[in-house]
């Protein structure tokens, strides 16, 4: 099992690898140092679109082998948000993810079409649109940049009725598994803090959903987080 999207580095015991999601460039510097101690933390780098006060042009100093994505970045068009400023830190950093051919992790809410818009206009990139909540029918949207877009689902898919339909539109070799600890966490342990270890129970939601083993769904989904992010 992978957990594709982390904010928390304990309870990780039974998972091959879990990706930790940088969503400034303090989180950014710890994750590096988290996976130079630890070979299941894999490194992503990134500032995320409600934490655009640090400075854009400091995040490629981070960049090295050992990062696997560049992210979360993205849109966040909620209340009172700098949209100008956002779209550009989001350009930044995917420019990076090109320049140094990693994985983009995506955050968008509230933000669909302007997401679609720009990422549109590159064609060489690949990434992963975290917690998905585009709905049905922009799926087929984000297929249609290139083959290299995956979604990202978390552990709401174990109580709303709505993400069943839209996995069961996700084609079997775009959909990646993450928890987004601490938050979002699944059926049965909706009322304490989220940890890597749950993302068991997303991965048996999907199982269930396709109608398949657990083995078959977990080789499938780990499958696809391994070539998203370059795992070896
Ligand atoms: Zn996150």
Redesign the pocket.
């Known amino acids: 099992m992978i957990d594709t999207?982390s904010?928390i580095a304990t309870n990780i015991e039974g998972l091959d690898f879990v990706v930790m999601?940088g969503?400034n460039m303090a989180d950014s510097k710890n994750n590096l140092i988290l996976a130079k101690n630890n070979k299941k933390l894999l490194a992503a780098v990134g500032i995320h679109p409600q934490e655009i006060k640090d400075d854009i042009n400091d995040l490629e100093k981070l960049i090295s082998n050992g990062v696997v994505a560049i992210g979360?970045c993205g849109l966040e068009f909620t209340d009172n948000v700098d949209k100008e400023k956002q779209i550009i830190y989001f350009k930044k950093q995917i420019d990076l993810a090109q320049k140094y051919n990693k994985a983009l992790i995506v955050?968008s809410r509230k933000a669909s079409s302007e997401t679609i818009e720009i990422l549109k206009s590159y064609k060489d990139l690949r990434g992963v649109i975290?917690c998905y909540t585009g709905g049905k029918k922009r799926i087929k949207s984000y297929l249609e940049i290139s083959d290299n877009w995956y979604f990202g689902i978390d552990g709401n898919l174990t109580y709303e009725d709505g993400l069943v339909e839209v996995v069961k539109n996700i084609p079997k070799d775009r959909l990646v598994l993450e928890t987004?600890s601490p938050y979002l966490t699944p059926v049965p342990h909706r009322l304490e803090p989220n940890c890597p270890q749950n993302i068991k129970f997303i991965y048996q939601k999907v199982a269930e959903i396709w109608e398949m083993s657990f083995t078959e769904t977990e080789k499938i989904i780990d499958e696809n987080a391994k070539r998203l992010f370059g795992i070896k």
Do not use: N
Request: hydrophobic share 10%; aromatic share 0%; glycine share 0%.
């Open positions: 999207h904010h999601s969503a979360e955050h975290h987004d």
